[in-house]
C-alpha cells in the first residue's frame, strides 16, 4: 500500500510570465475551459479534456520554461505529508494554505524533482 493515498486528481503547474494570456492561448488552440484565475494568489487553473487532469499557472516575472510540476490530490494532506516523512522523503519547508481553497506541500523524488501535494479546501465547510 502507498504511504499517501492520492486521489485521482493532477494538476500539472506551469510557471509563466501572464496567466490570463496563458489561460488564453491554452482555451484557443487546445480547447481547454478556464476554471478560475485567483488574482490575489498569483495562480489561474484551466480543466483540460482529460478528466481528472487541471493544468495550472503560476504567475513569475522570470518563468523557468521546462519546469512541469505534478500536484496530487489527497484527502488529508497532513496524514500524507506525515507518512512521507516517515519515509525519509525530503519537502521544502512547511505547508502552505490559502484559506478556504487549497493547502500545499512540496517534496522531491530522488532526483530532485519537485512533486506537491493538495488538498482542496474549497469543498470543505
Known amino acids: 500500500m502507498a504511504l499517501a493515498p492520492v486521489d485521482n486528481r493532477i494538476t500539472l503547474a506551469l510557471s509563466v510570465k501572464d496567466r490570463h494570456a496563458s489561460a488564453a492561448w491554452y482555451q484557443e488552440k487546445l480547447g481547454f ?18 478528466e481528472g487532469v487541471t493544468l495550472g499557472f503560476g504567475e513569475q516575472e522570470e518563468p523557468n520554461p521546462g519546469n512541469c ?33 487549497v493547502k500545499l506541500a512540496t517534496f522531491y523524488d530522488p532526483d530532485e524533482n519537485a512533486l506537491m501535494l493538495a488538498q482542496d479546501l474549497s469543498q470543505t465547510g
Request: net charge negative; no cysteine; aromatic share 8%.
Open 33 to 50: 475551459e478556464l476554471r478560475y484565475h485567483l488574482d490575489e494568489a498569483g495562480w489561474s487553473e484551466m480543466a483540460t479534456n482529460t
Open 69 to 101: 510540476v505534478p500536484v496530487f490530490g489527497v484527502a488529508d494532506i497532513d496524514a500524507a505529508r506525515s507518512a512521507l516523512e516517515g519515509a525519509n522523503v525530503r519537502f521544502d519547508g512547511p505547508t502552505e494554505e490559502v484559506p478556504g481553497m
